[in-house]
C-alpha cells in the first residue's frame, strides 16, 4: 500500500505559487520523500526528492517538516504546463525498492 | 540528464496475439526495472520488478506467464503480453534507476487489443 496521503485535488491560478501537501506519518529514518508528476498521456517526471533538510531545484522546492512526517511542494510560479497529477512517494535510500504509487494529487491551473 | 526509452509508443493488436514493449536506459546502468499499468483516470499499478539476469518479481494478481518479462542487459527489459484480449488495453509503463537515485520513467505504451 502507498504509505503517503494527498489530496486527491487542487486548483490554483496561472503565476501564483502552488502548495501541494504530504503526510508520510509511518516515514522510517531511512526513507527518502520523492515526488512525481504525470502529464496526461505521459509517464511521470521525477520532479523533487530530499531526505531531511529542505530541497531546491529548477522546477520545484521541497519543505520537509521537523519531524519528517509531512511534506510540500512548492511550485513557485505556476503556468499551465504545470497542471498534472503530483505523486508524492517515500522510497527507502538503502534499497532499490519497488515504488508504490498512491493516487496522487490532480493540479488543476486557471488561466 | 538520465533518459529511459520506451517503445512502441503505441500499439493496436487484434485478440490472441501477442506484443512486445521494449525499456531501454539510455545513459546509464540500470540493476532494476519496474513495470506498471495505468488504467484511464486511475493511478500507476505495479506489476512486477525486473531484476538484471534473474526472473522477474511480480506483484499479486499478475499472471507471470501472461505478461513475460526479461531483463537480458543493465540496459534492456521487455515486456511481452502473450495472448493479449481486449482487457489487456492499457497504458504500460516502465521505469529504472540506479543504486540509491531516483526513478525515470519511458513515455509509455498504449495498448488497444480488438
Known amino acids: 500500500d502507498a504509505k503517503t496521503t494527498q489530496p486527491n485535488s487542487m486548483e490554483s491560478n496561472e503565476e501564483e505559487p502552488v502548495h501541494l501537501p504530504c503526510n508520510h506519518s509511518?516515514?522510517?529514518?531511512?526513507?527518502?520523500i520523492h515526488w512525481y508528476r504525470q502529464l496526461p498521456s505521459q509517464g511521470p517526471e521525477y520532479v523533487i526528492h530530499g531526505l531531511t533538510s529542505n530541497v531546491n531545484n529548477r522546477m520545484a522546492s521541497l519543505a520537509i517538516a521537523e519531524d519528517r512526517k509531512s511534506s510540500t511542494l512548492i511550485l513557485h510560479r505556476a503556468t499551465l504546463r504545470d497542471a498534472a497529477v503530483y505523486y508524492c512517494i517515500l522510497r527507502d535510500a538503502n534499497r532499490d525498492d519497488k515504488i508504490i504509487f498512491g493516487k496522487g494529487t490532480r493540479l488543476h491551473i486557471l488561466p | 540528464g538520465a533518459v529511459v526509452s520506451q517503445h512502441p509508443s503505441r500499439v493496436i493488436c487484434k485478440s490472441g496475439t501477442s506484443v512486445k514493449i521494449e525499456c531501454r536506459s539510455l545513459d546509464f546502468q540500470a540493476t532494476t526495472m519496474f513495470w506498471y499499468r495505468q488504467f484511464p483516470k486511475q493511478s500507476l499499478m505495479l506489476m512486477a520488478t525486473s531484476n538484471e539476469g534473474s526472473k522477474a518479481t511480480y506483484e499479486q494478481g499478475v499472471e507471470k506467464d501472461k505478461f513475460l518479462i526479461n531483463h537480458a542487459s543493465l540496459t534492456l527489459s521487455t515486456l511481452t503480453v502473450t495472448s493479449a484480449h481486449p482487457e489487456d488495453s492499457s497504458f504500460y509503463i516502465c521505469s529504472a534507476s540506479g543504486y540509491n537515485s531516483p526513478l525515470h520513467f519511458g513515455n509509455g505504451t498504449r495498448l488497444t487489443v480488438t
Open positions: 509511518t516515514i522510517s529514518g531511512t526513507d527518502y
